[in-house]
């Protein structure tokens, strides 16, 4: 079994045993019944859909056949390379220069590319940009990626937990400030799970890959750089799903606080220094 699947099944393991214990702290043993009902949805979503919740929450769509025509050849090209099925192809209409990477496995995965990304890059950048999605593909760091998010947005939900009260009668006049405590507990501990499960080096080992899989390297850097130009353009629908923006090419997240709670990103001037070519 590969190192990120054991990492996947460790991290549902201990979480499902989290929660049940935060149930029966809040609850009692209606607590953990809700809990472990709760943590069922998350586990089976984590594991089988994840990859298509991420899509869903960075607003992509399938592209249409004339949307395909430039990218398909310079996708295929490097996941010929790579030795992996082609990932399916998605668009998100966003300004915002960036790509997204899910897939359970390196034959089931997906990339969303940006309307702002595909209209910035030449056909050599994104190409470059493509070896980086895919290598993070081969490696299943995508599929880590994305049960992770799915878990650290359902821990996010039990700041939510005492809307359960009202469905059988036990609210009370204490549930606004219980949500409130629980939202500044669980809020940051969400990010903590993001930041200790997603490597920052991901990305670094990630760079390397893709350099071993393109003609041209350079390409690498210059879509780094370019790229680097335009991070001063909010994606807006990601700043409502903070617990997805590890699973893009560069951070999404405008918001300081949130840009430093889940921070699994190396500055894109680091990653030109890392990638050690001129």
């Known amino acids: 079994m590969h190192m990120n699947s054991i990492k996947v099944f460790v991290l549902l393991v201990i979480m499902t045993l989290f929660f049940l214990w935060i149930g029966h702290f809040l609850f009692g043993y209606v607590g953990i019944v809700l809990a472990l009902f709760l943590m069922m949805i998350i586990d089976i979503s984590a594991y089988f859909y994840s990859d ?27 996941a010929d390379q790579a030795k992996i099925a082609p990932p399916k192809l998605y668009l998100i209409d966003s300004d915002a220069s960036n790509v997204l990477a899910v897939g359970k496995n390196p034959n089931n995965a997906g ?54 009260r009202s469905l059988f009668g036990l609210k009370n006049s204490d549930d606004t400030k219980i949500n409130g405590a629980m939202m500044c507990v669980v809020g940051p501990i969400s990010a903590v799970i ?50 997805i923006a590890h699973l893009f090419f560069i951070n999404p997240l405008s918001n300081k606080r949130l840009r430093t709670w889940f921070s699994t990103f190396p500055d894109i001037a680091e990653r030109i220094s890392k990638i050690g070519i001129k």
């Open 52 to 78: 298509k919740s991420a899509l869903r929450f960075s607003g992509a769509r399938e592209m249409e056949s004339h949307e395909l025509v430039r990218l398909v050849p310079l996708l295929k090209s490097v």
């Open 111 to 164: 990339i969303a590319v940006t309307a702002g990304l595909i209209q910035l890059l030449n056909d050599e950048e994104i190409k470059a940009i493509f070896a980086v999605e895919v290598s993070l593909i081969a490696a299943r760091d995508t599929f880590l990626g994305a049960v992770t998010a799915s878990v650290a947005g359902g821990f996010s939900n039990l700041a939510n937990l005492s809307v359960w």
């Open 194 to 243: 993001v930041r200790i499960l997603i490597s920052k080096n991901r990305i670094f080992r990630a760079d390397q890959a893709a350099i071993r899989l393109l003609d041209n390297p350079l390409s690498l850097l210059s879509a780094l750089e370019k790229i680097n130009t335009e991070v001063g353009v909010v994606f807006l629908r990601v700043q409502a799903y903070p617990a």
